[in-house]
């Protein structure tokens, strides 16, 4: 049974930074690429990032990138979202995604507010 579970979020001002974690269970992690999601209030889900198998390469939505860094432990079966200058724009709940198994975590809410 594929688990996966975000935790990390928080309320942030303008210019801080936070790390999302992404603890995932129930196949064999290293073998996918993991993918990070962001719904705002009253908007549709919109993609934020993919970190590929070894997280060499990565790739970002153009409203994150530079400001945005996915990485990944395979080891501990952990993908994460390091984010910077974050902006009220960036708040959102961020959720983590397995693509092929088609598997949602639940959601970590992040709020920028001063």
């Known amino acids: 049974q594929v688990q996966v579970v975000e935790s990390g979020g928080g309320l942030v001002q303008p210019g801080g930074s936070l790390r999302l974690s992404c603890a995932a269970s129930?196949?064999?992690?290293?073998?996918?690429?993991m993918k990070w999601y962001r719904q705002a209030p009253g908007k549709e889900r919109e993609f934020v990032a993919t970190?590929?198998?070894?997280?060499?390469?990565?790739n970002y939505a153009d409203s994150v990138k530079d400001r945005f860094t996915g990485s990944r432990d395979n080891a501990k079966n952990t993908v994460y979202l390091q984010m910077n200058s974050l902006k009220p724009e960036d708040t959102a709940v961020y959720y983590c995604?397995?693509?092929?198994?088609?598997?949602w975590g639940q959601g970590t809410q992040v709020t920028v507010s001063s």
């Open positions: 995604y397995v693509p092929r198994q088609g598997a």
């Open positions: 970190i590929s198998t070894a997280g060499g390469w990565n």
């Open positions: 129930g196949f064999t992690f290293s073998a996918y690429a």
